[in-house]
């Protein structure tokens, strides 16, 4: 699985609400990238903006992400109404995959940005 990636932007999510983040695993040679052999490990690590140290939230395969069963170069990360309730302003993310013969890729970064709802009065 030489030279993963993918490509990511810039996201806004409502606080609160539940929202599936779909990403797709490419390699640079254009061959197929398989997620779903055994032994390989999928994990989104969620931290404040610049603060890599500071993790707020990990996921990993079977805890929030899932491996499409159709093209399993797809993964999807949801992040429930529970783990974005309390987020506020800009947070950085992370995906890291581990291969089964233990190398480690971290094809993509990016940024969530949670906004508060307003309630009204």
């Not at 779909?22 to 197929?32: A, L, N, Q, W």
């Not at 993964?75 to 529970?82: H, N, Y």
């Amino acid at each position: 699985m030489a030279d993963l990636y993918t490509t990511a932007e810039e996201m806004r999510i409502i606080a609160g609400d539940t929202k599936m983040l779909p990403f797709s695993v490419g390699r640079m040679d254009g061959k197929t990238v398989d997620l779903s052999l055994s032994g390989t490990a999928i994990k989104f690590f969620l931290y404040p903006y610049d603060q890599p140290e500071v993790n707020v939230l990990t996921l990993s395969t079977g805890n929030g992400i899932t491996v499409s069963s159709d093209d399993t170069s797809w993964f999807d990360v949801v992040l429930t109404a529970a783990h974005t309730k309390d987020l506020a302003g800009p947070y950085q993310y992370q995906i890291e995959i581990t291969t089964p013969l233990g190398d480690i890729y971290r094809p993509v970064t990016g940024t969530l940005i949670f906004v508060q709802i307003n309630q009204g009065s």
